[in-house]
Protein backbone atom coordinates (compact mmCIF):
# COMPACT_ATOMS: atom_id res chain seq x y z
CA UNK A 1 0.00 0.00 0.00
CA UNK A 2 1.03 3.30 -0.68
CA UNK A 3 0.18 6.72 1.22
CA UNK A 4 0.40 10.39 0.01
CA UNK A 5 0.68 11.96 3.48
CA UNK A 6 0.58 15.84 3.17
CA UNK A 7 2.88 17.53 5.43
CA UNK A 8 1.50 20.89 7.46
CA UNK A 9 2.85 23.85 9.01
CA UNK A 10 2.67 24.82 12.50
CA UNK A 11 4.65 24.25 15.63
CA UNK A 12 3.74 21.03 16.99
CA UNK A 13 1.62 19.56 13.91
CA UNK A 14 5.10 18.98 11.67
CA UNK A 15 6.24 17.10 14.12
CA UNK A 16 3.63 14.97 14.65
CA UNK A 17 2.55 14.35 11.44
CA UNK A 18 6.50 13.20 10.77
CA UNK A 19 5.94 10.67 13.90
CA UNK A 20 2.90 9.37 12.47
CA UNK A 21 4.44 8.81 8.60
CA UNK A 22 7.38 6.90 10.44
CA UNK A 23 5.08 5.00 12.31
CA UNK A 24 3.18 3.84 8.85
CA UNK A 25 7.05 2.90 7.11
CA UNK A 26 7.28 0.90 10.18
CA UNK A 27 4.41 -1.14 9.75
CA UNK A 28 5.51 -1.71 6.05
CA UNK A 29 3.21 1.33 3.83
CA UNK A 30 5.13 2.94 1.65
CA UNK A 31 4.63 6.89 1.90
CA UNK A 32 5.22 9.93 -0.21
CA UNK A 33 5.93 12.71 2.06
CA UNK A 34 5.19 15.95 0.77
CA UNK A 35 4.53 19.60 1.35
CA UNK A 36 0.66 20.84 1.36
CA UNK A 37 0.15 21.89 -2.28
CA UNK A 38 -0.04 25.99 -1.52
CA UNK A 39 -0.25 27.07 -5.64
CA UNK A 40 -3.75 27.61 -6.95
CA UNK A 41 -4.90 24.66 -7.92
CA UNK A 42 -4.12 21.44 -5.62
CA UNK A 43 -6.23 19.07 -7.36
CA UNK A 44 -4.03 19.23 -10.34
CA UNK A 45 -0.61 19.25 -8.15
CA UNK A 46 -2.18 15.80 -6.54
CA UNK A 47 -3.62 14.36 -9.52
CA UNK A 48 -0.01 14.52 -11.10
CA UNK A 49 1.63 13.00 -8.25
CA UNK A 50 -0.81 10.26 -7.32
CA UNK A 51 -1.05 9.05 -10.79
CA UNK A 52 -3.14 6.44 -9.86
CA UNK A 53 -0.36 4.81 -7.41
CA UNK A 54 -1.76 5.96 -3.98
CA UNK A 55 -4.47 4.35 -2.26
CA UNK A 56 -4.81 6.82 0.42
CA UNK A 57 -4.06 10.46 1.46
CA UNK A 58 -3.25 11.31 4.99
CA UNK A 59 -3.42 14.97 7.10
CA UNK A 60 -3.84 16.35 10.43
CA UNK A 61 -6.75 18.93 10.40
CA UNK A 62 -7.82 18.40 7.07
CA UNK A 63 -4.18 20.24 6.56
CA UNK A 64 -5.35 22.89 8.56
CA UNK A 65 -5.27 25.68 5.35
CA UNK A 66 -8.13 27.41 4.88
CA UNK A 67 -7.56 27.98 1.30
CA UNK A 68 -6.69 24.33 0.86
CA UNK A 69 -9.85 23.08 3.11
CA UNK A 70 -11.60 25.13 1.06
CA UNK A 71 -11.50 22.99 -2.29
CA UNK A 72 -11.10 19.61 -0.20
CA UNK A 73 -14.72 18.51 -1.20
CA UNK A 74 -13.61 19.11 -5.00
CA UNK A 75 -10.47 17.29 -4.82
CA UNK A 76 -12.14 14.46 -2.67
CA UNK A 77 -14.97 13.68 -5.40
CA UNK A 78 -12.19 14.14 -7.89
CA UNK A 79 -9.85 11.87 -7.17
CA UNK A 80 -12.29 9.17 -4.88
CA UNK A 81 -9.76 7.41 -2.76
CA UNK A 82 -9.92 7.46 1.21
CA UNK A 83 -8.64 10.98 2.70
CA UNK A 84 -7.78 9.77 6.52
CA UNK A 85 -7.71 12.61 8.76
CA UNK A 86 -6.46 12.83 11.95
CA UNK A 87 -8.24 16.11 13.87
CA UNK A 88 -5.64 17.46 17.09
CA UNK A 89 -8.02 20.07 17.57
CA UNK A 90 -11.37 20.63 17.43
CA UNK A 91 -12.73 19.45 13.81
CA UNK A 92 -15.09 22.18 14.22
CA UNK A 93 -12.70 24.77 13.63
CA UNK A 94 -11.99 23.04 10.35
CA UNK A 95 -15.76 23.35 9.23
CA UNK A 96 -15.65 19.74 9.84
CA UNK A 97 -17.87 17.86 8.45
CA UNK A 98 -19.10 20.24 6.07
CA UNK A 99 -16.23 20.89 3.78
CA UNK A 100 -15.67 17.35 3.12
CA UNK A 101 -17.08 15.07 0.68
CA UNK A 102 -18.66 11.99 3.01
CA UNK A 103 -18.40 9.59 1.18
CA UNK A 104 -14.52 9.27 0.76
CA UNK A 105 -13.65 10.94 4.09
CA UNK A 106 -12.32 8.54 7.12
CA UNK A 107 -11.78 11.16 10.19
CA UNK A 108 -10.30 10.07 13.44
CA UNK A 109 -10.60 12.58 16.80
CA UNK A 110 -8.62 12.97 19.54
CA UNK A 111 -11.47 13.36 21.96
CA UNK A 112 -14.14 10.86 22.80
CA UNK A 113 -16.54 13.52 24.00
CA UNK A 114 -16.31 15.20 20.54
CA UNK A 115 -16.25 11.80 18.65
CA UNK A 116 -19.97 10.68 20.71
CA UNK A 117 -21.81 13.84 19.58
CA UNK A 118 -20.63 13.56 15.56
CA UNK A 119 -21.88 10.17 15.83
CA UNK A 120 -24.72 10.57 13.54
CA UNK A 121 -22.43 12.51 10.90
CA UNK A 122 -23.56 10.83 7.35
CA UNK A 123 -19.94 9.62 6.47
CA UNK A 124 -17.48 7.32 8.56
CA UNK A 125 -18.27 7.70 12.06
CA UNK A 126 -15.45 10.02 13.36
CA UNK A 127 -13.50 7.46 15.15
CA UNK A 128 -11.90 7.72 18.34
CA UNK A 129 -8.05 8.22 18.59
CA UNK A 130 -6.46 10.07 21.54
CA UNK A 131 -3.03 11.75 21.31
CA UNK A 132 0.17 9.96 21.60
CA UNK A 133 3.96 10.14 21.89
CA UNK A 134 7.38 9.74 19.95
CA UNK A 135 9.59 7.48 21.92
CA UNK A 136 12.71 8.81 19.81
CA UNK A 137 11.90 11.99 20.96
CA UNK A 138 10.54 11.66 23.90
CA UNK A 139 13.14 9.47 26.83
CA UNK A 140 14.75 10.06 29.58
CA UNK A 141 17.80 11.46 29.35
CA UNK A 142 21.07 9.05 29.31
CA UNK A 143 22.88 11.03 32.17
CA UNK A 144 20.28 12.08 33.95
CA UNK A 145 20.32 15.93 35.21
CA UNK A 146 20.07 17.33 38.26
CA UNK A 147 16.82 18.88 38.67
CA UNK A 148 16.73 22.38 36.66
CA UNK A 149 13.59 22.89 38.16
CA UNK A 150 13.15 21.89 41.31
CA UNK A 151 9.43 23.71 41.38
CA UNK A 152 8.04 22.09 38.27
CA UNK A 153 7.10 23.86 34.82
CA UNK A 154 4.15 24.18 32.68
CA UNK A 155 4.61 24.22 29.04
CA UNK A 156 2.12 25.53 26.61
CA UNK A 157 0.46 28.36 24.90
CA UNK A 158 -2.10 31.01 26.91
CA UNK A 159 -4.65 30.09 24.50
CA UNK A 160 -5.83 28.82 21.48
CA UNK A 161 -6.75 32.31 19.80
CA UNK A 162 -10.09 32.82 18.47
CA UNK A 163 -10.90 36.13 16.97
CA UNK A 164 -14.31 35.50 16.82
CA UNK A 165 -14.78 34.72 20.46
CA UNK A 166 -12.53 37.51 21.07
CA UNK A 167 -14.73 39.86 19.58
CA UNK A 168 -17.90 38.34 21.40
CA UNK A 169 -15.60 38.92 24.84
CA UNK A 170 -15.12 42.48 24.15
CA UNK A 171 -18.54 43.51 22.56
CA UNK A 172 -21.23 41.84 24.65
CA UNK A 173 -22.32 43.90 26.98
CA UNK A 174 -21.95 42.06 30.79
CA UNK A 175 -19.02 39.17 29.46
CA UNK A 176 -16.76 39.69 31.66
CA UNK A 177 -19.20 39.08 34.72
CA UNK A 178 -20.77 36.43 33.39
CA UNK A 179 -17.88 34.84 32.58
CA UNK A 180 -16.40 35.59 35.91
CA UNK A 181 -19.30 34.04 37.80
CA UNK A 182 -19.09 31.03 35.45
CA UNK A 183 -15.30 30.94 36.87
CA UNK A 184 -16.11 31.26 40.29
CA UNK A 185 -18.35 28.07 39.86
CA UNK A 186 -16.39 25.83 37.61
CA UNK A 187 -12.61 26.53 40.07
CA UNK A 188 -14.45 24.54 42.89
CA UNK A 189 -14.49 21.39 40.54
CA UNK A 190 -13.09 20.59 36.85
CA UNK A 191 -15.41 17.32 36.65
CA UNK A 192 -18.19 19.78 35.36
CA UNK A 193 -18.53 19.97 31.76
CA UNK A 194 -17.96 23.64 31.29
CA UNK A 195 -20.10 23.50 28.47
CA UNK A 196 -23.32 22.43 30.23
CA UNK A 197 -22.43 25.53 32.93
CA UNK A 198 -21.94 27.94 29.86
CA UNK A 199 -25.99 26.78 28.89
CA UNK A 200 -27.35 26.81 31.97
CA UNK A 201 -26.22 30.31 32.75
CA UNK A 202 -27.78 31.03 28.80
CA UNK A 203 -30.68 29.56 30.20
CA UNK A 204 -30.96 31.61 33.37
CA UNK A 205 -29.79 34.71 31.34
CA UNK A 206 -32.38 34.26 28.64
CA UNK A 207 -35.08 32.71 30.73
CA UNK A 208 -35.71 30.24 28.47
CA UNK A 209 -34.75 26.50 28.07
CA UNK A 210 -31.62 25.28 26.96
CA UNK A 211 -32.77 22.97 24.26
CA UNK A 212 -34.66 25.96 22.68
CA UNK A 213 -31.34 28.62 22.97
CA UNK A 214 -28.99 25.28 21.57
CA UNK A 215 -31.06 26.32 18.38
CA UNK A 216 -29.98 29.36 17.91
CA UNK A 217 -26.64 30.64 16.39
CA UNK A 218 -25.90 33.54 18.57
CA UNK A 219 -26.65 31.38 21.40
CA UNK A 220 -24.68 29.18 20.39
CA UNK A 221 -21.54 31.51 20.06
CA UNK A 222 -22.23 33.11 23.42
CA UNK A 223 -22.02 29.51 25.20
CA UNK A 224 -18.73 28.64 22.56
CA UNK A 225 -17.26 32.40 23.90
CA UNK A 226 -18.00 31.69 27.46
CA UNK A 227 -16.39 28.14 27.32
CA UNK A 228 -13.19 30.11 25.56
CA UNK A 229 -12.77 32.67 28.33
CA UNK A 230 -13.42 30.64 31.37
CA UNK A 231 -10.69 27.96 29.83
CA UNK A 232 -7.87 30.56 29.26
CA UNK A 233 -8.73 31.51 32.89
CA UNK A 234 -8.44 28.24 33.96
CA UNK A 235 -5.08 27.85 32.27
CA UNK A 236 -3.73 31.03 33.75
CA UNK A 237 -4.79 30.76 37.33
CA UNK A 238 -3.85 26.74 37.39
CA UNK A 239 -0.39 27.36 36.07
CA UNK A 240 0.27 30.82 38.09
CA UNK A 241 -0.89 29.57 41.47
CA UNK A 242 0.86 26.08 41.12
CA UNK A 243 4.34 27.07 39.76
CA UNK A 244 4.46 30.14 42.04
CA UNK A 245 7.32 31.27 43.09
CA UNK A 246 9.21 28.50 41.86
CA UNK A 247 8.04 26.92 38.81
CA UNK A 248 8.86 28.04 35.08
CA UNK A 249 6.49 28.55 32.84
CA UNK A 250 7.32 28.26 28.67
CA UNK A 251 5.26 29.40 25.64
CA UNK A 252 4.19 32.73 24.11
CA UNK A 253 4.55 36.04 24.96
CA UNK A 254 1.26 36.31 26.94
CA UNK A 255 2.66 34.72 29.74
CA UNK A 256 4.49 37.70 30.15
CA UNK A 257 2.31 39.93 30.92
CA UNK A 258 -0.13 37.29 33.42
CA UNK A 259 2.66 36.02 35.50
CA UNK A 260 5.85 37.79 35.16
CA UNK A 261 9.19 37.53 34.14
CA UNK A 262 10.27 35.42 37.15
CA UNK A 263 7.69 32.95 36.59
CA UNK A 264 7.80 33.09 32.56
CA UNK A 265 10.96 31.70 30.84
CA UNK A 266 10.15 32.07 27.04
CA UNK A 267 9.36 29.90 23.87
CA UNK A 268 10.45 26.33 23.32
CA UNK A 269 10.69 24.48 20.49
CA UNK A 270 8.82 21.08 20.45
CA UNK A 271 11.41 18.18 20.11
CA UNK A 272 14.42 17.81 22.16
CA UNK A 273 14.60 20.70 23.57
CA UNK A 274 11.39 20.37 25.27
CA UNK A 275 12.65 16.80 26.30
CA UNK A 276 15.50 18.31 28.81
CA UNK A 277 13.30 20.79 30.53
CA UNK A 278 10.61 17.70 31.14
CA UNK A 279 13.74 15.36 32.07
CA UNK A 280 14.83 18.07 34.53
CA UNK A 281 11.67 19.33 35.96
CA UNK A 282 10.25 18.11 39.75
CA UNK A 283 6.85 17.77 37.45
CA UNK A 284 4.80 18.79 34.64
CA UNK A 285 1.79 20.39 34.82
CA UNK A 286 -0.96 19.33 32.74
CA UNK A 287 -3.84 22.15 32.36
CA UNK A 288 -6.32 20.78 29.77
CA UNK A 289 -7.39 23.76 27.00
CA UNK A 290 -10.73 24.96 26.90
CA UNK A 291 -11.09 23.06 23.17
CA UNK A 292 -11.07 19.85 25.20
CA UNK A 293 -14.30 17.93 26.06
CA UNK A 294 -12.42 15.55 27.34
CA UNK A 295 -10.18 14.54 25.69
CA UNK A 296 -5.85 14.29 27.10
CA UNK A 297 -3.32 16.78 25.82
CA UNK A 298 0.07 16.18 24.57
CA UNK A 299 2.22 16.99 27.54
CA UNK A 300 0.70 14.09 29.98
CA UNK A 301 1.93 11.24 26.88
CA UNK A 302 5.24 13.23 26.07
CA UNK A 303 6.32 13.72 30.03
CA UNK A 304 5.12 10.55 30.82
CA UNK A 305 7.56 9.26 27.84
CA UNK A 306 10.32 11.17 29.50
CA UNK A 307 9.79 9.44 32.79
CA UNK A 308 8.72 12.82 34.70
CA UNK A 309 6.13 13.17 37.17
CA UNK A 310 2.59 14.42 35.78
CA UNK A 311 0.42 16.87 38.05
CA UNK A 312 -2.60 16.61 35.62
CA UNK A 313 -5.80 17.94 35.47
CA UNK A 314 -8.68 15.02 36.15
CA UNK A 315 -10.29 14.16 32.56
CA UNK A 316 -12.22 10.37 31.72
CA UNK A 317 -9.97 9.58 29.65
CA UNK A 318 -7.59 9.46 32.22
CA UNK A 319 -9.29 6.52 33.75
CA UNK A 320 -9.45 4.96 30.78
CA UNK A 321 -6.15 5.52 29.24
CA UNK A 322 -4.10 5.31 32.32
CA UNK A 323 -4.30 3.70 36.00
CA UNK A 324 -4.69 7.61 37.77
CA UNK A 325 -4.27 6.29 41.18
CA UNK A 326 -0.60 4.60 40.17
CA UNK A 327 0.50 7.10 37.60
CA UNK A 328 -0.19 10.53 37.82
CA UNK A 329 -0.85 13.41 40.33
CA UNK A 330 -4.35 13.99 39.29
CA UNK A 331 -6.00 17.08 40.82
CA UNK A 332 -9.99 18.46 40.43
CA UNK A 333 -9.90 21.96 41.53
CA UNK A 334 -7.76 25.41 41.75
CA UNK A 335 -7.14 24.48 45.39
CA UNK A 336 -6.62 21.17 44.64
CA UNK A 337 -3.87 21.62 42.11
CA UNK A 338 -1.85 23.39 44.79
CA UNK A 339 -2.08 20.47 47.33
CA UNK A 340 -1.44 17.70 44.77
CA UNK A 341 1.85 19.92 43.74
CA UNK A 342 2.76 20.16 47.37
CA UNK A 343 2.09 16.32 47.76
CA UNK A 344 4.03 15.90 44.77
CA UNK A 345 7.30 17.70 46.06
CA UNK A 346 7.06 16.39 50.01
CA UNK A 347 7.66 12.97 48.17
CA UNK A 348 9.62 13.46 44.98
CA UNK A 349 10.60 9.55 45.31
CA UNK A 350 6.98 8.69 45.50
CA UNK A 351 6.28 10.82 42.64
CA UNK A 352 9.38 9.31 39.89
CA UNK A 353 7.81 5.63 40.72
CA UNK A 354 4.44 6.73 39.52
CA UNK A 355 6.19 8.26 36.58
CA UNK A 356 8.41 4.73 35.91
CA UNK A 357 4.48 3.20 35.37
CA UNK A 358 3.35 5.67 33.57
CA UNK A 359 5.93 5.56 31.00
CA UNK A 360 5.67 2.10 30.76
CA UNK A 361 1.75 2.43 29.81
CA UNK A 362 3.29 4.90 27.56
CA UNK A 363 5.34 2.71 25.83
CA UNK A 364 2.88 -0.37 25.84
CA UNK A 365 -0.31 1.48 24.16
CA UNK A 366 0.28 5.13 23.66
CA UNK A 367 3.09 5.30 20.87
CA UNK A 368 2.26 6.74 17.37
CA UNK A 369 2.99 3.41 15.89
CA UNK A 370 -0.15 2.31 18.01
CA UNK A 371 -1.89 5.23 16.77
CA UNK A 372 -1.23 4.16 13.12
CA UNK A 373 -1.87 0.75 13.42
CA UNK A 374 -5.41 1.59 14.63
CA UNK A 375 -6.01 4.16 11.54
CA UNK A 376 -5.05 1.12 9.31
CA UNK A 377 -7.27 -1.00 10.49
CA UNK A 378 -9.95 1.58 10.43
CA UNK A 379 -8.97 1.77 6.61
CA UNK A 380 -8.80 -1.88 5.69
CA UNK A 381 -12.79 -1.85 6.66
CA UNK A 382 -13.30 1.36 4.84
CA UNK A 383 -11.96 0.46 1.91
CA UNK A 384 -13.90 -3.25 2.37
Same mark, same amino acid.
Given at each position: ??? =???????? !??????????????? =???????????? /??????? %??? %???????????????????? @??? =????????? %???? +??????? $??????? !????????????? $????????????????????? +?????????????????????????????????????? +? +?????? #??????? =?????????????????????????? *????? &??? /????????????????????????????? /? %???? $?????????????????? *?????? @????????? &??????????????????????????? #??????????????????????? *?? !? $??????????????????????????????????????????????
Amino acid at each position: MRI =LALRPKGI !VLPSVFASVVEAFRS =LGIEVLDIPLPQ /CSHPLRS %IEE %IIQGHCQAIFTLNLGADPSF @IAK =LKELQTSLR %IPWI +TWFVDDP $EGYGFPE !VCDSDWTLPFCWD $EQICSRRASWNGWPLVYLPLA +TDPTIFHPEQSPPELFYPGGVFVGSTAHRNGIFDLVAS +T +TPGFGE #ETEILWR =LYQEDFRQSLHDLAWIKAAERARQPV *GLLQK &DPL /CRLWAKACVYQVGIRKRQEVASRVLNPDG /C %IFGD $EGWGNKVGKDLYRGWVAY *GKELRA @IYCGSAFIL &DVRPSQARTGLTQRVFDASACGSPVVA #EWAPEIEALFDPENELSIFYSLN *GA !V $EMKELCLRDLQGAQRKAGRARQRVLAHHTYYHRAEQILKELHRFRV
